[in-house]
């Protein structure tokens, strides 16, 4: 590991890659949006403290593409099928909105009319839910990130509109943070500069401007943006990236990657309930397994952060094929095979990442070559990539999937040792995590976390899995208006009000392990 600070924003570009493909968008949006959001700021004159803010406001703007992707499921079906055209809907235009409720479902026959009758029927409140979640989470990572007051306050604001008909929370003209604003005009000129050239971008500012958009935001980018976009088209906007944070550049402390990972890790897990924690107890796992193989410090850091975003890939697949119940379709299978392929793909736009990116996209590699992305066999696995493999799969058999439920420590191990067996994990690897899997400590806790009685926490393990009042009634035996009273209390103890934030929350405290 390097030992000096790490640059922050070229590990944070690298990681919008995985929020592009979050939104079905292409993996340089964020950073292209980045780019040209700071250079209006600039051309704003806003001071440099100000345009860092709408830098990271905007490299991180879909910091919340996880939270709401369970529910999108069930409204939508395939949401990343149908988010790229929500993102460029003008909601106040009717013609748009309308469009994009057709779009409900895409196919035919039954499962359209499904979707569609469940988007109507959950109406304006759930689809404000659905956008409430995307802002209270991607506040909360960035506070995680340590980002400051301008960037959280950038990302909560992250749907509002000039004209105060945004769906999340109302706000309207100056009362919405300077960095959404700027981030707003600039996502979308990217979107329709991709569809239809500069000329499309600044049609759709105009029309959009003093409804959608702030007014001088506009202006400005009327001077400078069309120019802007077109030098961008010829650009390596990997390094203009970097060259447009304003100076002094962030950095952190090589220790503090792994909180940084940890983010991501949980933005990760957030795609369905069932893999809420995984990531991190993976990291947990794979790490203490390899301080028993006695592997040299560097490796086992190495091995932890990988680990954490070993599964980053998984955002650019539909949450409908994770939460599939039933066997996946040939197609299906094909696009969960490629998840490793994108984590690596990821990682390797970041030099300090680089490193990591084999080890995490070879995690479901097998010893006799029977695994993917790679087909690699034993001796091209590097030794933390095997332990990974073995910890990834330990940890994801002791949790509930949609098509089984979790296996008791035991019968976990005893599968594992089966696969070992079969030839697809190395031995030595599967003793050692079988090994760390029995040392973990019961957690003793003097205190929960935000004043949480015991009973709290038990209500809030449901509700993140997305369990509705009456199954957490009938799980815990309360009635229904007791869990309901928790819920409420819950969500104003942790200053929340979605099922998406109060997973962040729970995972951000290891309350699902
Ligand atoms: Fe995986």
Known sequence: MVTDGLRLADILA??????????????????????????????????????????????????GCTAPAHEWSYLFGDGLATTPQAERT??????????????AGRGTGVRRFRHLARTVAAGEQGSRTV???????????????????????????????????????????????????????????????????????????????????????????????????????????????????????RQIAPARLDEVARV?????????????????????????????????VGSVDRLRVAALLHDLGRVAIA????????????????????????????????????PLAR????????????????????????AEARLLAVADAYQAMTQDRPYRAGLAPLAAVEQIEAAARAGWFDPECTRAVIEAAGQHPTQVRSAWPAGLSEREVDVLRLMARGLSNRQIAETLVISSRTAEHHVQHIYTKIGASTRAAAAMFAMEHGLLR
């Open 14 to 63: 690298a990681l919008s890659v995985a929020t592009d493909l979050g939104m079905g968008q292409e993996p340089e949006k964020a950073v292209r949006s980045c780019l040209v959001a700071t250079h209006l700021a600039r051309a704003s004159d806003l001071p440099e403290h100000a345009v860092g803010d709408v830098f990271y406001t905007a490299l991180l703007q879909h910091l």
């Open 264 to 296: 991501f890790a949980d933005m990760v897990d957030l795609l369905t309930p069932f893999t809420l924690g995984h990531s991190s107890g993976v990291a947990e796992l794979a790490a203490a397994a390899a301080e028993r193989l006695r592997l040299p």
């Open 131 to 249: 956008l409430l979640s995307v802002c209270e989470v991607g506040a909360r990572m960035s506070e995680r990130l340590g980002l400051g007051e301008g960037v959280r306050l950038g990302l909560r604001h992250s749907l509002e509109r000039w004209d105060g008909n945004g769906e999340a929370y109302g706000l309207a003209a100056e009362d919405i943070a300077l960095p959404a604003r700027f981030t707003a005009l600039a996502t979308q000129a990217v979107i329709f500069d991709r569809l239809g050239g500069p000329d499309a971008a600044l049609e759709m500012a105009r029309r959009r401007a003093g409804g959608w958009f702030d007014p001088a935001v506009t202006t400005t980018f009327e001077r400078v943006g069309p120019d802007l976009l077109r030098r961008l088209a010829e650009t390596d906007v990997w390094a203009a990236v970097l060259a447009a944070e304003p100076q002094p550049a």
């Open 319 to 354: 949450g409908v094929v994770w939460e599939k119940p039933r066997a996946l379709s040939s197609t299906e299978w094909e696009q969960v095979r490629l998840h490793p392929y994108y984590t690596e793909r990821i990682l390797v736009r970041s030099a300090i990442l680089e």
């Open 90 to 103: 003008d909601g106040a235009n009717r013609r748009e909105a309308l469009a994009l409720l057709m779009s």
């Open 359 to 382: 080890i995490a996209g070879m995690h479901h590699e097998r010893q006799d070559g029977s695994g993917y992305h790679h087909g690699a066999s034993a001796a091209q696995i590097p």
